[in-house]
């Protein structure tokens, strides 16, 4: 209960004072769809089409900086580093005072978001991931996650967060993954993953998000592989969405 009561205060810290900042929606640029030409020639009382109703946002686009033209974008690509750490994942939050391992983690993923509602996003996200040091094996994990993109900082910063919560398989243990396994006597092949994530971006350029998420395996009180905590690592990494 202590690292999700720690999580919910530090999102609350984060929402609050936003709308009493100024906050502003991003607007979106009028212009009719390609499809709907014929409203362009309609009588002004007729309802246009904004740019983020419409789907038409593409990798290349996102590539080449134009993705900020639709404000809504459906999917993204991701990827990450960072280091594992010795404890549990309400101390691996506290990154300024967390004992770190010796084992690294890359990783690489995949987000969709087939519904919204306003600012709120649900979808799903899946992801693989390359851990090395002392030791090396292979992740793969999955899962819904949702995002909330209506915080505006004084139209200067976008703080997007999200949570994504799933399954997660890995190859072999690994480091103090490996030392809860003995200790436990469990199996931390398969496990629940919990990505809580801080996003930020330029609201002009709202396609490209630099973010902090706690990568986060464990058995949920025992329920997978006889463990209760299994492996966190504090990650940095950049995403493309289009």
């Not at 690489?108 to 030791?135: M, T």
């Not at 200790?183 to 002009?204: M, V």
């Amino acid at each position: 209960m202590a690292p999700l009561l720690k999580l919910l205060v530090v999102t609350a810290i984060l929402v609050f004072p936003s709308r009493l900042l100024s906050q502003a929606r991003e607007t979106c640029v009028q212009k009719p769809a390609p499809q709907l030409a014929h409203l362009a020639a309609a009588p002004l009382h007729a309802p246009q089409v904004r740019a983020c109703d419409l789907s038409c946002c593409s990798l290349w686009d996102a590539f080449r900086g134009h993705g900020h033209g639709c404000c809504r974008p459906l999917q993204s690509v991701f990827i990450f580093g960072g280091q594992f750490t010795k404890r549990s994942m309400g101390h691996t939050a506290d990154v300024f005072n967390v004992t770190y391992d010796d084992n690294y983690v890359i990783g690489l993923g995949y987000q969709c978001y087939p519904w919204s509602a306003d600012d709120w996003h649900l979808g799903g996200e899946i992801g693989v991931a390359n851990r090395f040091g002392n030791s090396y094996s292979a992740e793969v994990w999955f899962g819904p996650t949702l995002r909330y993109d209506g915080i505006l900082l004084c139209d200067f910063l976008r703080i997007t967060p999200s949570m994504t919560a799933g399954l997660s398989a890995v190859t072999e243990s690994m480091g103090h993954e490996r030392t809860r396994e003995i200790t436990r006597q469990g199996d931390a092949s398969f496990l629940f993953y919990l990505g809580p994530e801080i996003a930020i971006s330029a609201p002009a350029y709202s396609n490209i998000e630099v973010f902090y998420r706690l990568h986060h395996r464990c058995g949920g009180g025992q329920t997978l592989g006889n463990l209760s905590e299994g492996y966190n690592a504090n990650v940095i990494g950049l995403r493309l969405r289009f």
